[in-house]
Each structure stands twice: as structure tokens, then as C-alpha cells.
């Protein structure tokens, strides 16, 4: 099992930053995916950013050149570590709920579990 809480979201101006947060917490195996998703009224849920336990980075069109995802602690392990998005240049179209993501193996079977947050609302308005 693995818990996941986000923080960091709130209102911001168009081009201003927020930097999101999460912390995880329980247990992996055999492989690591953490990653920011986010979902605006109406709208399907969409990748932001995900980072693989070896540091790999897939991005967004979207947000390319704007956010960053980072984590903390030690590269190359399938340990949970503290999770980040770093948004800049804020645009309204980035207004959503922003959720945390892991992805990772489970023992006895080649299906890989996903969990999440219960996401941070981030609204970009002037």
C-alpha cells in the first residue's frame, strides 16, 4: 500500500509560480513511477510530469519549458521519496486539480498497481 497527500496548490496570478508537494509513504517493488496529474472541469484526467526511479523524465507538451518535476533522496532506488512539481509562467488553461501519482510493481503479478492523491486544486486567475 502507499498514501499519497499533496500541498502547495491555491490561487496564483497568470505568471506566477507554485511549487506542488508530495508526500509519499509504504512499500514498492520492482519498479518506480512518480508522477503529476491533473484534471480540469470537464476534462479527462492528463499526465503533467512522471519520473522514473532512475531519474528520466517524460513532460508534457503543454507545460514543457514551464514546470519541473524533481524528487528528493537517493537516485536509482524504488524507495518513496518527497515529490515535486515546480510551476512557472503560470497560464489559466493550467487551473485544475493536481494529482500525485505512483506507479509500481506488485509481487506474483505482471500488472502494475497505481495510486493517488486526492489531489490540490490549483486555479491560475487575475
Known amino acids: 500500500q502507499v498514501q499519497l497527500v499533496e500541498s502547495g496548490g491555491g490561487l496564483v496570478q497568470p505568471g506566477g509560480s507554485l511549487r506542488l508537494s508530495c508526500t509519499a509513504s509504504g512499500s514498492t517493488f520492482g519498479f518506480l513511477v512518480m508522477g503529476w496529474y491533473r484534471q480540469a472541469p470537464g476534462k479527462e484526467r492528463e499526465l503533467v510530469a512522471e519520473?522514473?526511479?532512475?531519474?528520466?523524465?517524460?513532460?508534457?507538451?503543454?507545460v514543457k519549458g514551464r514546470f519541473t518535476i524533481s524528487k528528493d533522496g537517493t537516485p536509482n532506488t524504488v524507495t518513496l521519496q518527497p515529490l515535486y512539481l515546480q510551476m512557472n509562467s503560470l497560464k489559466p488553461e493550467d487551473t485544475a486539480v493536481y494529482y500525485c501519482?505512483?506507479?509500481?510493481?506488485?509481487?506474483?503479478?505482471?500488472?502494475?498497481?497505481?495510486?493517488w492523491g486526492r489531489g490540490t486544486q490549483v486555479t491560475v486567475s487575475s
Open positions: 519520473i522514473t526511479s532512475g531519474g528520466s523524465t517524460n513532460i508534457a507538451d503543454s
Open positions: 501519482n505512483v506507479r509500481t510493481g506488485q509481487r506474483g503479478s505482471s500488472r502494475p498497481l497505481d495510486y
